[in-house]
Each structure stands twice: as C-alpha cells, then as structure tokens.
C-alpha cells in the first residue's frame, strides 16, 4: 500500500466499523455459516490490522526481535538434550536429537503461546469491543495469525538442521502446508473456547497456563509416540497435537512415515473442537459486551 492510498483506506476501515450493520449488533452478529464468512471477509482489513498489531506489540523495544522465534526452541532444545537424550535416554526414532526436539517445540511453542494469547484476547481489547461493532470472533483469529510468522521463521530454520545432517526431503514435505493449516484451527479453535470462557470466568486466565503446560507432557515432544505402548496409542492420539507434530516430523525426514491413523484421527478432533469452540464463542459474544 504506498502513502497516497493510505488515507482512503483508513477512512474505509473507520467507516465500516462505524456502520450499524442492520440491527446485527443486537444479535451478536456471528453464526457459524455461509454469513459469517462474508461478514469475515467485509472485516478483513480490521483481521489484517489486528494480526500486524499483534506482531509489533510483541517485538517491541526488544533488543533481539525476531530472532526470538528461533532462540526459545533451540535453548529448550539444549536443555532436552541433556535432560531426556544424555540422562534419561528417550528414544527419538532414528532421527537425530537435535532436529527431533526442535521439530517438535517449533508446533508446540507456536500453540502454546497462541493459545494463551487467545485466551486473553477478548478481556485485553474491551476498550474496542465495548466501543464498536465488529465481529468478534475476529479477535483470537487475529491472535493465531500473527503467531504464524514466529512459526515460519522457526520452520525455515529447520532447513539448517537439514542440509547439516544431510536430509533430503522426499514428497512428504508437500504435506507440511496442510500441517500448518491443521495447526491454525486446531490452535484458533481451542482459543475461541477459552476467550469465551475467559470473558466469563476470570478464574481461566490464571489456570489456562498450568493445564497448557501440562499439554507438552501428552504430547509427542520429548518421546515419539512409539514410546507409548499401542493400548494407549488411541488416548494419546485425540490430542490433536501428537498427529500434528508426528507428521511434521515425516515432512521433513524422509525416513519417518507419516502414521495416517494419527493424523486422520487429529484431523475429526480437531474439526469438533472448531465446531464446538465456534457454537460456544457465539453464544457467549451474544452478551459479551455486558459480561466482560
């Protein structure tokens, strides 16, 4: 967008915001069908400005900015190493320490962090939902957008690990899109519910964090699921996570099989979560404005 444009757009993004939008902000204004993905779609540029505030505000009066989004999952990575490689052992499959740890907290680092973010997304921006109409389901939409970067710039960082211990992707890399897609709505899923539940009991805001955490434990993060007996193997699979970041292992070692029955199975989780998380936020956004 050059300078010229600026100030059209912007009176454009103010204007729509403004407008009463026939009696919909009344009804909450968000259902999950056909009219709230062209409500979505005439709110975009608010989606757009939203998910870019979000990446500013986390890097902001930082001194090392985006390099960040590669230093946590490699330091945890060296502290996994010694503590789960060196001390207790762990098996990773064949694959080498370093690149089966880092694979594994590039996904998890992104959904942990989102979903906190989430979680406070509708409480941290009160001022703007109590002062204008909007959908506002575009607010932990916003939230698990602006994560991706932090993600993507991790990924591409994986490709180091790659070319230093000689891997040669195969076709499986081609899967690693649709991970990430999978990824977004299993993590902006999960958000919507605990930035509805969280607008309505305040206690979620300080035990989301614990119960997250203890998530890294029921993922495959430090273990591979062949590292739970094939019993439990089911139970360790509805968390969408193990699918998830058990293929994204496969994408790009050539070596790992993709187990399908873990991704088919993260997959119909992960679209019930999204159902549910959708029903649950809209009926919650229906008196949002009087509960938060």
């Known amino acids: 967008m050059n300078k010229t444009d600026a100030p059209g757009r912007l009176t454009n993004f103010f204007s729509i915001l403004s ?16 009219k709230s993905i062209v409500e979505l779609w005439r709110y975009r540029e608010l989606f757009y ?4 505030r979000d990446v500013k505000v ?11 989004a590669v230093l946590q999952p490699l330091l945890t990575m060296v502290v996994f190493m010694v503590l789960f490689g060196k001390i207790a052992k762990i098996s990773t499959d ?6 089966f740890y880092f694979s594994g907290l590039v996904p998890w680092i992104y959904f942990s962090g989102t979903l906190n973010m989430c979680a406070n997304s509708l409480v941290s921006n009160v001022n703007l939902i109590t002062k204008v109409y909007f959908p506002r389901i575009i607010i932990p939409a916003a939230v698990a957008l602006s994560g991706i970067m932090d993600f993507l710039i991790a990924v591409v960082f994986i490709g ?3 070319i230093y211990y000689g891997i040669v992707p195969n076709g499986q890399l081609f899967l690693l899109p649709f991970l990430i897609v999978l990824l977004f709505a299993f993590t902006y899923g999960l958000g919507m519910f605990l930035a509805a539940l969280t607008a309505q009991f ?18 495959p993060i430090i273990y591979p699921p062949s590292f739970v ?3 439990y193997r089911f139970w360790l699979g509805l968390n969408p996570l193990t699918g998830i970041i058990d293929s994204f292992r496969a994408a790009i070692i050539p070596d790992h099989p993709i187990q ?13 979560i999204l159902a549910v998380g959708g029903v649950y936020f809209h009926k919650v956004e229906r008196t949002l404005a009087d509960v938060i």
């Open 19 to 34: 407008e009463d939008n026939g009696g919909e902000r009344s009804k909450g204004g968000m259902g999950l069908n056909a």
């Open 49 to 52: 400005f939203l998910a870019w």
């Open 58 to 68: 986390r890097y902001k009066q930082t001194v090392l900015g985006v390099a960040w």
């Open 94 to 99: 064949g694959i080498p320490p370093a690149l």
């Open 202 to 219: 305040r206690d979620v805001k300080y035990a989301a964090p614990f119960f997250i955490q203890l998530g890294m434990f029921l993922s």
């Open 160 to 162: 180091g690990f790659m």
């Open 229 to 231: 007996s094939e019993q």
């Open 260 to 272: 399908w029955n873990l991704l088919v199975l993260s997959i119909v989780v992960t679209a019930v």
